[in-house]
């Protein structure tokens, strides 16, 4: 199975920035084989795709609102996914999930995902 630990989250003012980590592991997880990603969700709202980025981590692919203000990178040495999060806005405001995908990047990279437990991420106006 593999195992995705999310870390990072918090009570932020808006303007302020913050890094989520995702840890990721398992017996035959081969962490530079899988698309990599970030969803969230806030109170009330569907699950939203955030950011992608390739095995390598040559691609990556962001949605319009925070574009500019997000950052996905990886560190396939370590096994870890990173989020910089910049210019917070109470919007913002959600549980943020981990996801790895088998498929490559594409619009449909995240059917059938393992997905991290989330960390929540508050952003104060």
């Known amino acids: 199975q593999v195992q995705l630990v999310e870390s990072g989250g918090g009570l932020v003012q808006g303007g302020g920035s913050l890094r989520l980590s995702c840890a990721a592991s398992?017996?035959?997880?081969?962490?530079?084989?899988?698309?990599m990603g970030w969803f969230r969700q806030g109170p009330g709202k569907e699950r939203e795709f955030v950011a992608a980025i390739s095995r390598s981590g040559g691609i990556t692919s962001y949605a319009d609102s925070e574009k500019g203000r997000f950052t996905i990178s990886r560190d396939n040495a370590k096994n870890t996914l990173y989020l910089q999060m910049n210019s917070l806005k109470p919007e913002d405001t959600a549980v943020y999930y981990c996801a790895a995908s088998r498929r490559s990047l594409s619009g449909n990279t995240f059917t059938d995902a393992y997905w991290g437990q989330g960390t929540q991420v508050t952003v104060s106006s």
């Open positions: 398992g017996v035959t997880f081969t962490f530079s084989m899988y698309t």
